[in-house]
T-cell receptor
């Protein structure tokens, strides 16, 4: 009964490639998010969607494109991967746009 | 701009003892939420405790409690009867009523020793 799931959990790829990370929540929440955790463990929001609509785009390079096919899914597509994209990416969801956020298990992306 | 500061990069405590992790924040908002999240080595982000700013009573969840001082903009986490499984990174986080995003502190690495 996973609440917020992400696939894959680990992703190793070469510079310049394009990759996607998928996120699904079965909590019936309206709002979903992507966060990036860097090598120093600092967490920062990238995007938030409310009912499939983009609410926040936190000055993320346009190589990152979130897509929300429905309110239970928020996928992250990254074009032309760079070394600096290596990080752990967390998906999260919340029942309203200011309430508690529940996180997925994270995806560790390594760009070689 | 809203900020969250955790001034203790690392803390350690012996099993069964009590430890307090510090967090301060800066905001001009009056209505907001504060959270403590735990990140064990498994990497999962786990909600520990939540406090609504309009509530004067400090939140408590079993062995975890907070000391919320709104005027001082302080939100410390007390862990009583520490257990080995409490070993983790602890993040303090803030969100207000007008924004979607959680703003995190830099985290405190807690080690519980037997």
């Amino acid at each position: 009964d996973t609440a917020v799931s992400q696939t894959p959990k680990y992703l190793v790829t070469q510079m310049g490639n394009d990759k996607s990370i998928k996120c699904e929540q079965n909590l019936g929440h309206d709002t979903m998010y992507w966060y990036k955790q860097d090598s120093k463990k600092f967490l920062k929001i990238m995007f938030s969607y409310n009912n499939k609509e983009l609410i926040i785009n936190e000055t993320v390079p346009n190589r990152f494109s979130p897509k929300s096919p429905d309110k239970a899914h928020l996928n992250l597509h990254i074009n032309s991967l760079e070394l600096g994209d290596s990080a752990v990416y967390f998906c999260a969801s919340s029942p309203t746009n200011t309430d508690t956020q529940y996180f997925g298990p994270g995806t560790r992306l390594t760009v070689l | 701009a809203q900020t969250v500061t955790q001034s203790q990069p690392e803390m350690s405590v012996q099993e069964a003892e009590t430890v307090t992790l510090s967090c301060t924040y800066d905001t001009s908002e009056n209505n907001y939420y504060l959270f403590w999240y735990k990140q064990p080595p498994s990497r999962q982000m786990i909600l520990v405790i939540r406090q609504e700013a309009y509530k004067q009573q400090n939140a408590t969840e079993n062995r975890f409690s907070v000391n919320f001082q709104k005027a001082a903009k302080s939100f410390s986490l007390k862990i009583s009867d520490s257990q080995l499984g409490d070993t983790a990174m602890y993040f303090c986080a803030f969100t207000n009523y007008n924004t979607d995003k959680l703003i995190f502190g830099t985290g405190t690495r807690l080690q519980v020793f037997p």
